[in-house]
């Protein structure tokens, strides 16, 4: 019987990747992803899991935040969607990690590596195959690089192959990407044959645990539906916003169509409309989305319907710099 828990939940990932007790599982998935010369052997979770970060049923960013035992810090998360400014978001919560580790007194020498990272499971950059990017401080002209100061690593899940068939033999990040992707499938027995190590032996109690225990269970179905909700609110009004684009489209394109031929005129409107509702549907369901992460009253997808682009835009930006002042790191163990 499938175990029926997908680690991509937003509790499942932090209870499976932030709680103390699976701090091997982390490192299983930092090894994987970062392949450093000398592979981690240790880390300290700054913020473990706490059923506290879910007392509220909306979604937030459930990062996990951690220190190995050369100091470099690291920020993990997962996303399920590809909400706007995420990348500038990675960069900024790199450069806070960079910045937070200095103290009163101490010296610019002391500051060790920031490594943010993102997994996600919708696309990101769909003109590239590349499951994995990278990206550091170089000076792309002459090729030199600023070495252990920040990195930001995407992970995009769905651009690896890897299947039952393949994944026994398969490398490490390829093992936690169907870990990922595809956990909560199968049963637990099968699972363990397939991934043997230790940390994914001790993943899959996790979410074993979850699957068990009602506390657990009922709180990660909360938060699918959560997640579920969220993703069906963008997409509806995404596509109502292509629906009324294409009408507005045809439109025109009738009335270019008296002056220049009615088919040249209808074809060149249907493809504005479309390029203009899809603009317009990203924006109303990335407004919506942030207004539920602040905890707003959601504006109705007719209201969004009259106003203009630009003003959408406006507010899309009003709504990004309020969910960035909210973006704090609590101080850190030792502080």
């Avoid at 979770?45 to 810090?73: C, E, H």
Wanted: charged share 25%; aromatic share 8%.
């Amino acid at each position: 019987m499938p175990i029926g828990v997908k680690p991509i939940v937003d509790f499942a990932f932090k209870k499976v990747f932030g709680s103390i007790e699976n701090v091997s599982v982390l490192i299983g998935l930092l090894n994987a992803i970062l392949r450093l010369p000398c592979p981690i052997v240790q880390v300290e979770i700054l913020n473990p899991f706490s059923y506290q970060d879910f007392a509220a049923d909306k979604l937030v960013v459930l990062d996990i935040r951690a220190r190995d035992l050369q100091g470099r810090w690291f920020n993990v998360e997962m996303q399920v969607t590809v909400p706007a400014g995420l990348l500038q978001r990675l960069v900024y919560y790199a450069c806070s990690l960079y910045v937070d580790q200095l103290y009163s007194g101490q010296e610019y020498v002391d500051l060790r590596p920031a490594i943010s990272i993102c997994l996600l499971s919708q696309p990101l950059f769909r003109d590239s195959p590349a499951p994995h990017h990278r990206f550091r401080l170089v000076d792309a002209e002459h090729g030199r690089e600023l070495a252990d100061t920040i990195e930001v690593h995407t992970i995009e899940l769905a651009k690896y192959d890897v299947d039952a068939e393949s994944v026994a033999t398969a490398s490490a990040i390829d093992k936690w990407v169907f870990f990922l992707l595809h956990g909560g499938e199968y049963a637990s027995e099968q699972l363990r044959a397939w991934l043997s190590d230790h940390e994914f032996q001790q993943a899959i109690t996790a979410i074993e645990a979850i699957a068990s225990k009602t506390e657990d269970r009922m709180m990660y179905d909360q938060r699918e539906k959560a997640q579920r909700d969220y993703q069906w609110a963008i997409q509806g009004a995404r596509n109502e916003g292509i629906k009324i684009g294409i009408e507005q489209g045809i439109e025109q394109g009738i009335e270019q169509g008296i002056e220049q031929g009615i088919e040249q005129g209808i074809e060149q409107g249907i493809e504005q409309g479309i390029e203009q509702g899809i603009e317009r549907g990203s924006l109303m369901g990335k407004i919506q989305l942030l207004q539920q992460l602040l905890n707003h009253e959601p504006s109705p997808t007719a209201s969004l319907l009259e106003r203009p682009t630009e003003e959408l835009s406006v507010m899309l930006g009003d709504l990004q710099q309020q969910l960035r002042s909210r973006i704090t790191y609590p101080e850190s163990s030792d502080r």
